[in-house]
């Protein structure tokens, strides 16, 4: 291998400051990027994607039963948007409506006694 001239190493130099000067740029501006839409992405939830949420999320712990504001809180969503949503879910039968306001996972266990005797007297449960 040739030894370099030092002008050579000089220009190479250079060329590599500015280089990483540039990447640094563009790393700023691509975690400003993300960094903005990660903000905005979690204090709206893309409507689209709430029935499965919603469904998901109370079949995460299917004995208890929820409130609209408790499962508006937990998925990060506006309430005028997720109640439609549980009427809608409760009336086509893909969730519970277990009481005035209360919603709940579809019971697995027929059998189950005390899931019948949730059903009839529901109480909302903290979370």
Do not use: C
């Not at 903000?39 to 499965?52: D, Q, R, Y």
């Amino acid at each position: 291998m040739p030894v370099p001239q030092p002008d050579e190493v000089l220009e190479l130099a250079q060329e590599l400051k500015e280089a990483r000067s540039r990447v640094e740029h563009l790393e700023a501006q691509w975690n400003a990027f993300f960094s903005q839409a990660t903000n905005h992405a979690s204090s709206t939830v893309p409507v689209l994607f709430l029935k499965p949420r919603i469904v998901q999320y109370l079949e995460d712990n299917p004995k208890n039963s929820y409130t609209l504001a408790q499962v508006s809180a937990a998925l990060a969503a506006k309430e005028n948007s997720v109640g439609p949503y549980l009427a809608e879910l409760a009336k086509t039968g893909q969730i519970e409506k277990r009481g005035r306001g209360l919603y709940g996972a579809l019971s697995k266990e027929d059998g189950d006694h005390r899931l019948d005797y949730e059903r009839e007297n529901p109480q909302p449960t903290s979370r």
